[in-house]
């Protein structure tokens, strides 16, 4: 289903205090709008039946833009379809807008950090906009065609990279963030596919082999068992998450920072990711219900004393989650020095510790990837670490 409706956006009010009227689509659970280039003063848009009021002075003016342009949404939906084409909600954007108008490669990339920040995706958006910003470094400006940017020009951008010592993990994640936003370009036809640069130039090869980040189980329970009385506030509340984490399928930090006393229904945690918006349901362990009753006084409306109700907007919440984290996984890592643990300690090796116990207990990958909320299991393999040596051994006998 493709659903396609105006919205008077209430979130990002222009300076002169209107809100921007937009059109919404909605396929396949992505949003994508189109700005309709009017705005009005929220007193004169009626929320709930979504439409101008009557008092509303250029009432007659909008309905028709509205519904000329939903029209032209709603045409462009049936001919694609008795086209037999495939479409997403960001190719039909950039099939109804006007394709006559050169959509540079610095424009697109500023649509797309939109749209994320519509969705309220911070984390993604963040690295697409450090992507964008890497680029004007080292190009100046990206008011350029797609067709420039082509394997010669993605090559001098990869060695102007490695001149900064970027890592081989930080060049490979923008590579593929350009990808994605090429990719969005072809779909909307904003260049040719002949165009396309990554058949030739492999993101593949930029990739770095992860470190080890999964612990056994002594080295765990060490962790769980760490005495914190006496301990500063940050050192607590660092083995509370760790504990928290491993005992509820691996949930990672921001997921715990947004748990509310709605998440917990009959014994059970049950939320969404908000990387995936996979569903999470999980029986609550003793030992997590032991972990939460600690912080019942404390919350402000949250599980845990991460955020509060004095964190209203995106940034701000983005701002405390940065500072807690980071003061987090300082405490583990001199927890885990302290402990003679290999690794650098963080709250996402209770992550992996998690998926790797499960996976030697001999749990099914499908298993573990639906309760870490992956959205494949190709990416749970990447958590699961590698067998020890002596099981590699014992499997080299079976060719004798």
Not at 121 to 132: D, F
Not at 211 to 219: C, D, G, I, M, P
Not at 346 to 373: D, F, M, N, P, W
Request: glycine letters at 4%; aromatic letters at 10%; a positive charge.
């Amino acid at each position: 289903m493709t659903t396609v409706d105006v919205i008077c956006y209430k979130y990002k009010p222009l300076r002169t205090g209107e809100l921007p009227l937009k059109i919404r689509i909605c396929k396949d659970r992505k949003v994508r709008y189109i700005n309709l280039g009017v705005s009005t003063k929220s007193e004169y848009w009626d929320f709930e039946k979504n439409q101008p009021k009557p008092t509303c002075p250029d009432r007659d003016m909008i309905e028709k833009l509205i519904a000329n342009k939903i029209s032209e949404v709603r045409s462009k939906i049936v001919e694609l379809k008795a086209e037999n084409k495939e479409f997403s909600a960001t190719t039909l954007v950039g099939k109804v807008s006007d394709s006559s108008r050169l959509i540079t490669v610095g424009e697109l990339f500023r649509q797309h950090l939109q749209s994320l920040e519509e969705e309220k995706r911070t984390g993604y958006r963040l690295s697409i906009q450090q992507t964008y910003n890497s680029l004007i470094k080292f190009n100046r400006h990206l008011d350029i065609p797609f067709s420039e940017m082509d394997c010669t020009w993605l090559k001098r951008y990869e060695v102007w990279l490695r001149k900064q010592s970027k890592s081989e993990n930080t060049i490979g994640v923008r590579f593929r963030n350009i990808r994605v936003i090429f990719n969005l370009a072809v779909n909307m036809e904003l260049v040719k596919p002949e165009c396309y640069p990554f058949k030739k130039f492999k993101v593949s090869k930029l990739h770095q082999e992860t470190a080890k980040r999964a612990l056994n189980k002594a080295e765990i329970h060490a962790v769980i068992n760490y005495p914190t009385k006496g301990k500063d506030f940050y050192t607590r509340l660092a083995v509370d998450l760790f504990t928290f984490s491993y005992f509820m399928g691996g949930i990672n930090f921001v997921d715990i920072a947004y748990l509310t006393g709605r998440n917990i229904t009959e014994g059970r945690l049950i939320y969404n990711r908000r990387k995936t918006s996979k569903l999470i349901n999980l029986p609550l362990q003793e030992v997590a219900i032991r972990v939460l009753k600690r912080y019942e006084d404390s919350n402000k409306g949250y599980l845990f004393p991460i955020l509060s109700n004095a964190h209203k907007t995106e940034q701000r919440k983005l701002n405390r989650l940065h500072k807690v984290i980071t003061k987090v996984n300082k405490a583990l890592k001199a927890i885990g020095k302290e402990l003679d643990i290999p690794i650098k300690l963080t709250t996402y090796c209770a992550r992996h510790s998690y998926a790797t116990v499960l996976k030697r207990a001999g749990v099914a990958t499908s298993i573990i990837s639906e309760s870490l909320g992956h959205s494949s299991e190709k990416v749970t393999q990447i958590y699961l670490d590698s067998f020890e040596n002596n099981q590699i051994d014992r499997a080299m006998e079976y060719l004798k």
